[in-house]
């Protein structure tokens, strides 16, 4: 455990404590701040991971209550006793693709403090004796790949790493970050999701046991491992402990990365961003995966797995999306919904067909108008995509439209009778990546 | 005429057993294609051409079983069982006969994976039952070349068509890419 | 003490390419969406269907439609 006086304070910020506005934090700067990773053996000696008594990390992370930061919300300790338990030798997984586009978190941890999250990789190997990690990123990224392997460069000729970490650029494409498809890339395959059974925690890279992570998520566990399990609990819900990163986006005067604790209301997140430039009418929270909520019965509602669910939205990857008045959310949920169905796989006939026609209809009821059957087209559109597809690519989109025909019911009806508002005039708010920066291939 | 081990009869059994077996495996490749092509009307549904598809091939196995038999109890060629699987493995017609055997492989390997395809997986089965392309051109060189019945009108009518339909949905079946496999 | 054998059937969607000899054989239990790929009505198969089930899942040209046999103890 690392000495009481280097340990930063209980409050926030703790992730972001020592990030600079420009430039990765060096290996020299990040000791300094947090203290050498605590791992068993940094001599530059032969690397025997040995299979590790798996008890002592997984053990603090369990008490830490440490949940997945990548969207899940999966707790983090059961995943890894999972993957201890399949038979095989583990491999970890580091999933830093960050797909969805509104979310910054994941690419502003890699690029400004990589070791926080390598450091994250090494003790999550160590704890459930895998000798294999990748960290997978998109492989469109050249700066950041080139950033990442200096980081991991400097760290091999220290021997920090008890396991080599192997930095992997997949497909650019949305559904290529699903872990699945990142399984079936880093074995070869093309970068889509797969069928499952089997999950990645019982058969993933080269059939054996993988232990998939957000990078935030390992970035938690690199500070657990030095400083515990009651420091993690001192911020944060007991039911939802520790702090996370929120993406604040959209009509807010700061949008951007922001360190909270769990259980912030979503009020205060926006505050913190700035607070709303023009009066909010609604907010899209958790991404392209979660869902709108009128922004009224979002403020007080507390940034929690738990909290979302209970008003009927999701806390997703941590995004706030703040829509002004003056916008229109059909016309947005239609042009997110157009992006969702040209990424998808292609491998599931109701995400190929229905995502494409859901899209068309959605865009008719914006832009058109509905002529009185739009709402009804768009619900009866939903079940036959809803759960019919290998992933839950589909699922995200049909969450979206459904929070957005109960968030939004009087523009939905006004769409649907009267014909477009004005909102559809403005440029649009949620973020899109424009066709060039896709990838379109899968390998 | 009577039926005996050295009289014409067995030969005759052979001929048309053989010709019926062509027979069968030119309906079972046009039926094959037209399950990929997802053939379907009114009165015929999918599910019956891929019935008959499998019934044909195995009503083909069943005769090529007598062709290969009344071959090699006829004593009038010796031409030993392990000829119906082993090319070059009789010196009668030995290029003919060997063409025979390839067929009659590839003809087994069609239809064991096919039998077992549920344990092999379906990738695995699709890349094995590629070679009905192979197996039937084979199979009708076997046919041709062994030459009992080239000279016979309407064998060779019978041939004719049979090659004209199935050049005909070969060719359909590569040109339209078959899209249930192109993704 | 009884075994109780349940059987569902599930789509495997990646494999799936929309033949739709599944519904035209067990049209009971699973129908086709508009785009042709089969939807179906509840997983459970009852006892009496069983035999075309099986059926069904064989005629599958892709392989894409499953059954699992789920046993569990009654008394």
Known sequence: MISPSRMPGRRLPRLLAGISSHRPARLSEHEQRYGPVPLPSRAAGPRRPGRARPGRLVDLVERSGLTGRGGAGYPTAKKMRSVIAAPGRPVVVANGCEGEPASAKDRLLLARLPHLVLDGIALAAQAVAADEAYLVVHGRQADLLASLEAAITERGTLGIDPVPIILAGIPHRYVASEQSAIVQYLNGGPGRPTFSPPRPHERGVKGRPTLVQNVETLAHLALIARYGDRWFRAVGLPSAPGSTLVTVSGAVARPGVYEIEMGTPIGQVVMLAGGPTKRLHGLLVGGYFGGWLPAKVAWPVPMTHAGLRSVGGAMGAGMVIALPGTACPLAETARVVRYLAEESAGQCGPCMFGLPALADVLTDLAYQGGRSRGVDQVGSLIPLIEQRGACRHPDGATQLVRSMLRAFPGDADRHDQQGPCYGVRRPPLLPVPPAHERGWGWT | ?183 | MGLDVRHRLRVNPIACTGHGMCAELLPEIIDLDPWGYPILASPEVPRHLLGHARRAVAACPTLALLMDEISSKHR
């Open chain 2, 1 to 183: 005429m009577s039926f005996s081990l050295n009289g014409p009869g067995l030969w005759y059994a052979t001929r048309a057993t053989g010709l019926v077996t062509l027979a069968l495996l030119t309906g079972s490749v046009l039926l094959g294609v037209l399950t990929a092509g997802r053939f379907a009307t009114e009165r015929w549904p999918r599910f019956l051409t891929v019935g008959l598809h499998r019934n044909l091939s195995l009503l083909a196995v069943a005769f090529l079983a007598l062709h290969v038999g009344t071959t090699v109890i006829d004593t009038y060629t010796s031409i030993p069982l392990a000829a119906a699987f082993i090319p070059f493995s009789s010196s009668y017609k030995t290029i003919w006969l060997s063409l025979g055997a390839v067929a009659c492989d590839l003809l087994l390997a069609l239809v064991i994976t096919s039998l077992v395809r549920n344990r092999l997986g379906h990738r695995t089965w699709r890349r094995v039952h590629w070679i009905a392309y192979a197996c039937w051109p084979v199979a009708l060189g076997h046919g041709l070349g062994i030459g009992t019945d080239r000279s016979t009108i309407w064998v060779f009518a019978a041939t004719i068509c049979c090659v004209a339909m199935v050049a005909a949905a070969a060719t359909w079946r590569f040109v339209t890419g078959a899209r249930a496999g192109a993704r």
